[in-house]
């Protein structure tokens, strides 16, 4: 079992830019697709990023693409989430969240662990 734990989370002015990472726990992590949910207040929780295990491929909504970048480092354990540009509707808290599959698409992106959640305040 690989537990994931986020940080990286804070208060931003629109324009500004934050990075999150995700550190996983465990010796898998490298075989494993990942990716990044967020969660607004009285919303579902939705999709925003996806990697392949090795960092070859990723996939992205449409509502950050051009705006965040997903990446890992496979030696560390790490994800990470760079988010440039933010506007107040990038508010949520966001998971860091890992795939079953070691293969294949990216999407649809399953999930089956979650980390607890980072806070992303983006003011206007």
């Known amino acids: 079992q690989v537990q994931l734990v986020e940080s990286g989370g804070g208060l931003v002015q629109a324009g500004g830019s934050l990075r999150l990472s995700c550190a996983a726990s465990?010796?898998?992590?490298?075989?494993?697709?990942m990716g990044w949910f967020r969660q607004a207040p009285g919303k579902e929780r939705e999709f925003v990023a996806a990697i392949s295990w090795g960092g070859g491929s990723t996939y992205y909504a449409d509502s950050v693409k051009g705006r965040f970048t997903i990446s890992r480092d496979n030696v560390k354990n790490t994800l990470y989430l760079q988010m440039n540009s933010l506007k107040p509707e990038d508010t949520a808290v966001y998971y860091c969240?890992?795939?079953?599959?070691?293969?294949?698409?990216?999407?649809?992106?399953?999930?089956?662990?979650w980390g607890q959640g980072t806070q992303v305040t983006v003011s206007s």
């Open positions: 969240a890992k795939s079953p599959d070691a293969s294949g698409s990216l999407w649809p992106f399953k999930v089956d662990s």
């Open positions: 465990g010796r898998t992590f490298s075989n494993y697709h």
